[in-house]
């Protein structure tokens, strides 16, 4: 029942949330998402790690569709529990990061974002196909109307195309699924071992139109090159909550849907295919880095620099190898704690000064020091410096790289010199020089804000020093995934 709890108390702090409404509408959502992750923190405690403990543990399984025999079956393994504590713990902390701003309509907003949380973990703990696309459908619904309603002038043009190109996506997977589920022998099963099972009967064929159904959904999510074009724009004119949503946690959900729900179920396509795939993930990667460096607007410099780092994840990914995979899921986590946070701290400055673009900027260090002290941590997990959480996953993924191929590592390895490159200017045209008539009036971070921050700068740090504790608890669901692809 802990996987259900998880998945039904957001919704039902949701539906309070919108009842109250008001100003006690952040408050509700606030206090509904800290309940949320101390039942995740207590799953935590008692996920076990025995040799001959279940894989798939706190499993819940319910009759949904019993003529189709679709079953409400949820559960996590150590991926989807790494997956799951990432979203419970940042959902808290942008709900709070948003206290000192007042949303219209506040109880639809926060509303919203509970929905999405619930969307969310139900897309990490999903067991059966058609759950999986139920609640991928549930999580992005709350982040359109988000987007819509509270973002910027382009709010309507951007959300549209950014619709376009997930319904389109969507709809490939739902074809792919339904393939996979009629393929199944004797009552048909959309289980997830049952398709897992079809690797053996699946066809070359098969598998290839399968593996390009499924890969355009999750390759639109994350996104990969080319399918990336929403994403910049999304990203700048969404809200910020919007943005750390869909920066930190929704796009993690094409990367585990690509472990979860693509690799192992056509392990012939990957083989023949993951050139290509790996091909587009490095051109996204040198593609994002270059176009980060000639950014003025900080936002969308950052927005660019996630684009890159996804595209070494999905890189790591389609190699196959464990050090890929394993590299791949720490470096979602790690990815998570830092966008969301940098995203903050830009959302602290432009909120104070009005801008964001780098030539009115300047200076903000003499202002601010505590924002200077926290924009430095996160900046150098995010360029991955030794002894912070950047640096365990994307070592993990340039290793996996290296080993597929020497000169794609060589490629990919250059992401460090770039991403180092471009971050060091954000944060020097932003933090040092001459003040300018914007930040001249400057200040610092208030209580919630730093609030809001300490909790993700304590994961830079613990996940950099002690990564045992999080790569314990995938390493075997990692194997399992290799076992099957060979």
Sequence with gaps: MITLTLILLPLLAALVTFAVGGENAKRIAFVGALANLAVLLFAWSQFSLDEKAPLVQFPFSAEW??????????????????LVLL?????PVIILSTFHHNYKNPSAFYSLILIMQTGLIGVFTAQDAFIFYFFWEVALIPIYFI????????????????FIYTVFGSLFMLLALLYLYFRTEGVHSS???DIYSLKGVLSPTEQTYIFWALFLAFAIKMPVFPFHSWQPDTYTESPAPATMLLSGIMLKMGIYGAIR????????????????VIILSIIGILYGSIIALRQKDIKRLLAYSSFAHVGLMAAGVFTGNFEGVQGAVIQMLAHGINVVGLFLIIEA???????RDLEHLGGITQK???????FVILLLGSVALPLTNGFIGEFMLLLGVFKYNNW?????????????AYMLRMFQGTMFGTQSNYTKNMTDLNTTEKLALLPLVVMVFWIGLYPATFTKVIEPSVQQIITILK
């Design 147 to 162: 987007a819509a309603v509270w973002g910027g002038e382009r709010r309507i043009q951007v959300t549209l195309k950014f």
């Design 368 to 374: 601010a020091p505590v924002l200077t002290v926290l």
């Design 87 to 91: 979203t419970n713990l940042l959902v």
């Design 349 to 355: 400055i432009e909120s104070r000064i009005g801008v």
């Design 261 to 276: 729900w693509l690799i192992p179920i056509v392990p012939t396509a990957l083989d023949y295919w993951k050139f290509t």
């Design 408 to 420: 794609f590592g060589v490629v990919a390895g250059i992401t460090i010199i770039l991403g180092a």
């Design 191 to 193: 289980a997830l071992n």
């Design 65 to 82: 569709l019993p003529i189709a025999n679709i079953k409400f079956a949820l559960g996590m393994d150590g991926i989807s529990l790494l």
